[in-house]
């Protein structure tokens, strides 16, 4: 079984700072895919990175990055100058099957709050 | 394009009444899913449909239904409504490559839902 995890329940940090987002995944296959969501106060879940196993590259989008360690079993993401926009719920999110047929398997978010 | 649409946004229901949680997609994808999200759970799969045809428990089956009506719809039914049942409930999809190659999975707005 696939599983997800995301030590921090909640992060709150001033704007301007930056904040990474810790995220854990376990899994047996060697084909997989993951995944970064954003879930601000309005509920909808916006798409933010998929990243697959065998692409260990790092990624930066803007103020986003992502760093990808097959060795430590880790996907972080990191916010640069963080913005009171940014406040959401962030979710880590693991797919293992050859094609993802059997869904996402979910972390149980990170609150981020940016106080202005 | 919508994207994925969800009916209704809102719903409030009795113990024991039933109900459809409606979900259609227009970007052509061929795999659907159920999710439902709890207070300090993240998202959890309920049921899923990999193509036309088909449909798959997940994590979370007990108490629910679905139909896959055709490329484009894949319903939810609540037969028998009870409190646990309470949540939000998203639908998803996403496009599944014959190769294998998953693309990024596509949220609703999402329903939420209360049983008293």
């Known amino acids: 079984a696939q599983k997800v995890t995301q030590a921090q329940t909640e992060i709150s940090v001033v704007e301007k700072e930056d904040v990474t987002l810790d995220c854990v995944y376990e899994t047996r296959d060697t084909t997989y895919y993951l995944f970064w969501y954003k879930q601000p106060p309005s509920g909808e879940l916006v798409f933010l990175i998929r990243?697959?196993?065998?692409?260990?590259q790092n990624e930066i989008s803007g103020r986003y990055s992502w760093n990808f360690q097959k060795s430590t079993s880790s996907f972080n993401f990191t916010i640069t100058a963080s913005q009171v926009v940014d406040s959401a719920v962030y979710f880590c999110?693991?797919?293992?099957?050859?094609?993802?047929?059997?869904?996402?398997?979910f972390g149980k978010g990170t609150h981020l709050i940016i106080q202005p | 394009n919508a994207g994925v649409t969800q009916t209704p946004k809102f719903q409030v229901l009795k113990t024991g009444q039933s109900m459809t949680l409606q979900c259609a997609q227009d970007m052509n994808h061929n795999s659907m899913y159920w999710y439902r999200q709890d207070p300090g759970m993240g998202l959890r799969l309920i049921y899923y449909s990999a193509s036309e045809g088909t449909t798959d428990k997940g994590e979370v089956p007990n108490g629910y239904n679905v139909s896959r009506l055709n490329k484009r719809e894949f319903s939810l039914r609540l037969e028998s409504a009870a409190p646990s049942q309470t949540s939000v409930y998203f639908c998803?999809?996403?496009?599944?490559?014959?190769?294998?190659?998953?693309?990024?999975?596509?949220f609703g707005p999402g329903t939420r839902l209360t049983v008293l």
């Open positions: 999110a693991l797919s293992v099957s050859g094609g993802g047929a059997d869904g996402l398997t």
């Open positions: 998803a999809s996403t496009l599944i490559r014959t190769s294998g190659f998953l693309d990024t999975q596509y």
């Open positions: 990243r697959n196993s065998f692409d260990e």
